[in-house]
Antibody, heavy 122, light 110 residues
Framework: QVQLQESGPGLVTPSETLSLNCTVSGGSIISSIYDWGWIRQPPGKGLEWIGRIYYRGTTSYNPSLKSRVTISVDTSKNQFSLKLNSVTAADTAVYYC??????????????WGQGTLVTVSS | QSVLTQPPSVSAAPGQRITISCSGSSSNIGSNSVSWYQQLPGTAPKLLIYDTSERPSGIPDRFSGSKSGTSSTLDITGLQTGDEADYYCGTWDSSLSADVFGTGTKVTVL
């Protein structure tokens, strides 16, 4: 059973960079056919897809966040990471890492991390 | 703002059947498969339906999904108090080149 665990600071200063890691256990990122993604949920609001990465480095990003987002993978640690720069209060959310089905015509998230709340405040 | 529209809330008594709609367009639901997620209070979403109508292992057959044109539907039969949650649809949008989620529906069991 694949498990994902987010880690990183729970408080980020406005204009700074939000950085989160996701550690995958129960399976290897390299041996998987799946993509690895990030999804966020502002308090009391709906889900917003941030982006995804395949272990070889191919990425897709939400157009509304693309200019500020970088997703990378570290196969030696079985981890993937999220960096979101120039954050504002609007970036305050629970951030989930997730395993996504490969491709686009059939796109779904079958495993989710527990989520981590990141608050942007001075 | 989401490109997939869901009703904000649906309610029914235990044992009843409910339907949650997810309305999109030709660039998303109209041309790609749909997934559905259940989010219990304070927890991460859970996959209920993938590939429009398939259930992952362990999901009871009380939950079913379908699609017609640019809309998708999640049906829940034999409603239980444990079904009280937020439900989201999701798919790929070929025009945006992005995964998209619905606005979410809160289900209340009366």
């Amino acid at each position: 059973q694949v498990q994902l665990q987010e880690s990183g600071p729970g408080l980020v200063t406005p204009s700074e960079t939000l950085s989160l890691n996701c550690t995958v256990s129960g399976g290897s990122i390299i041996s998987s056919i799946y993509d690895w993604g990030w999804i966020r949920q502002p308090p009391g609001k709906g889900l917003e897809w941030i982006g995804r990465i395949y272990y070889r480095g191919t990425t897709s990003y939400n157009p509304s966040l693309k200019s500020r987002v970088t997703i990378s993978v570290d196969t030696s640690k079985n981890q993937f990471s999220l960096k979101l720069n120039s954050v504002t209060a609007a970036d305050t959310a629970v951030y989930y890492c997730a395993r996504q089905a490969p491709g686009t015509s059939s796109s779904y998230v079958d495993f989710w991390g527990q989520g981590t709340l990141v608050t942007v405040s001075s | 703002q989401s490109v997939l529209t869901q009703p904000p809330s649906v309610s029914a008594a235990p044992g009843q059947r409910i339907t949650i709609s997810c309305s999109g367009s030709s660039s998303n639901i109209g041309s790609n498969s749909v997934s559905w997620y259940q989010q219990l209070p304070g927890t991460a979403p859970k996959l209920l339906i993938y590939d429009t109508s398939e259930r992952p292992s362990g999901i009871p057959d009380r939950f079913s999904g379908s699609k017609s044109g640019t809309s998708s539907t999640l049906d829940i039969t034999g409603l239980q108090t444990g079904d009280e949650a937020d439900y989201y649809c999701g798919t790929w949008d070929s025009s945006l080149s992005a995964d998209v989620f619905g606005t979410g529906t809160k289900v209340t069991v009366l």
